[in-house]
């Protein structure tokens, strides 16, 4: 299937971008050929609705599915009319290569729900403060 | 790195000296970032002895402008613009730039392409050093608007700085009312205190912002500033808390020395540390402390 | 840059009366300066007077003037955006709708029809871009605005729903409803909202005398600056209003800023616990305490006002 990474670079050594509508880059990679392109997210710099933008861009690319940290609500019903499967939780700290080995091991769960608030692509990350 | 974001709803409550004192003494213990982002009237940097380290531009803002040359006076965008951003006079539109929203309505209609909309500079972000922290400021240009945007670049800037310092925490100090700024604002921190004062107009606004905060489903607590003020105006406040199971986590006495503090530039627990107001906020930053840690939620750390 | 031409005509558009009726306005750049309790209480002062006040509260935000004044809000009307809703029969999928959000509201999904997910803000051009007539409108409230009437004394009070965007919208439905019904009054008061964005403009049009608030503070002074410049960009002169003019700031600051701008400080308030018993009872001070120092003051506000305007 056309899965789609967020990236903050163009090739599998790039990290794993956490947010979705603000992500510099996707990596479009289908799962079975490995097939492997990258665009440029050019909804980023929007004021409003870069979620959905983003969501138009890889829709418009044919994409299947949706891998990337968090995605907000607004974006969240767009990928949803869209008929794309968005999986959550990939980390920064990952290469887009180490994700794509971690999602065909299954590695990912399917969000049902979106896990953000409105405008919640853009959670800071925790850790111990 | 955690952020909590102090917001009031109505102006004037005390938002700010209570941002900054709170600041003041979270930054003796952690490493601190605090984001000013009242961009209308940011002051955060006016209670510290705070050194100018760099200012950028920000363009977060859409105009349009009327080409007069390829105008044909038609008039179209007249009509077209729901903002009332484009008059007439003698004949000729007129377009008042700071009720554009940039919406691009009048350059669709234009049968000339008389009309371009352009990216503006509608503010721009100050980063200050202080002894124990750094302030990232933003600044709305006047008679600008789209704040929400400038409030988005704000975060995002004192984000970077937190992260290049290895900060702990970033204490936003958030701007007032309940409209798109503030939304900005709250979105993605970690928790919210809502500083209110016992006024019949500021319980008011207290529930206009819970409004906004509810919507977010983030954790949050109730300060209310000037307590004693007036004691039925306060009851009202508790009964509001108590009935939407939010927890108030510190009432400041009604206190000269917090106006004093300010007018003397300078947050009121270090001017005056053994004024019952500082008392009062030391005892809200122990609970602040207290509850960041257990990530958000409260496990009985309650004041009534 | 603007030419000098196309200024002198963007102020005089700016500054176009709804009614030919003194308008004077009170603003200042931070919130809890004062601006409100002084707004209420030289209305109340001037209607006292014996002249029809029509006072506009502005700060459509957190509106407080009829919580001051202990009104209760009258006359509500909705204030509505047009949102878009396409229509499957008519859309061809060429997607012009969505090109033209410039806030990506819209989404088309694949090759259906697009629906509108986002924050839309109600300015139509989706509608304007579409070339087969296909998009409805739809109301979506953004507001109320009120008219309340007590005595001599109509207040207009605008709303905005808490987290909605459209504040403009709702200062301009404000605006028109005081143009509709404020005929009758001898004189309008605005109470603009604190800060220097554009709704504060929106609500400055016009005006014949502006007062802008402050106090002697770091703070009163870094904003009265951003005030009193923008004064400036619309082309009209401050009168300095020095509330808690005792507290122990650098008052220096104001008297030199007053100067740059050539504005004059017209009356200074000390802090006043009457102000703030009257502020929490909800009746205006110049009612509940007549002989306080401040209700003198503010009244004498009234009268300066009525000669220079009403007489």
Known sequence: MKLCITSDGKDLDSSVEETFGRSPYFVIVDTETLETKSIRNTAMRSGHGAGIGAAQIISDEGAEALLTGIVGPNAFTALKAAHIKVFEGASEFDSIKVALEKFKKGFYKEATVPSGGPGGGRRFRGGRW | ?304 | MVDAGLKGRILAALHRKPLDIPIIAITGGKGGVGKSTISVNIAAALSEMGYRVALLDADVDAPDDHIMLGITLEKPLDVTVNVPTIDAGKCTGCRRCVDACRRNALFQPGDGVPILIGDCNGCEACMLACPEDAIRKERKRVGETYMSERDRLLLFTGRLMPGAEESSMVVNALRNRLHASGGGSDVVLVDTSPGIHCNVINALRGADAVYAVTEPTPLGAHDLERTLKLLLAIGLRARIILNFSDLPGPREKITVMAKAFDAEISCELPMDDLLLKSHVEGVPAIIMFPDAVNSTSMRRIAEDIAREYLQ
């Open chain 2, 1 to 304: 790195m955690k952020e909590v974001v102090i917001i009031s709803g109505k102006g004037g409550v005390g938002k700010s000296a209570i941002s900054a004192s709170l600041g003041a003494i979270l930054m003796k213990k952690h490493k601190v970032v605090l984001a000013d982002t009242d961009v209308d009237a940011p002051n955060l940097d006016l209670f510290f002895t705070a050194r100018l380290r760099s200012s950028k531009d920000v363009k977060a803002s859409e105009k349009a402008f009327i080409n007069c040359e390829k105008c044909t006076c038609c008039l179209e965008c007249v009509e077209a613009c729901k903002f009332f951003a484009i008059t007439v006079s003698d004949g000729a539109p007129v377009l008042i730039r700071y009720f554009c929203e940039g919406c691009g309505a009048c350059s669709i209609v234009c049968p000339e392409g008389a009309i371009e909309i352009k990216d503006m500079k509608n503010g721009n972000i100050a980063t200050f050093d202080i002894d124990n922290a750094v302030i990232v400021s933003g600044e709305l240009m006047i008679g600008e608007s789209s704040s929400g945007r400038l409030v988005d670049e704000v975060k995002r800037a004192a984000k970077e700085e937190a992260g290049r310092i290895n900060a702990d925490l970033i204490i936003t100090d958030g701007p007032p009312g309940t409209g798109c700024p503030v939304i900005s604002a709250i979105k993605g921190s970690d928790y919210v205190i809502a500083a209110t004062e016992p006024t019949p107009a500021a319980l008011s606004d207290l529930r206009r912002i819970f409004d906004v905060i509810r919507h977010f489903d983030l954790p949050s607590g109730i300060v209310i500033n000037k307590a004693g003020l007036h004691q039925a105006s306060e009851d009202l406040i508790r009964d509001f808390a108590k009935q939407n199971g939010v927890p108030i986590l510190a009432a400041v006495p009604y206190d000269m020395s917090v106006p004093e503090a300010t007018a003397r530039a300078m947050p009121v627990v270090e001017a005056y540390p053994d004024a019952p107001a500082s008392k009062g906020i030391m005892r809200l930053a122990g609970v602040a402390e207290a509850v960041l840690n257990e990530g958000g939620s409260l496990s009985g750390i309650f004041r009534r």
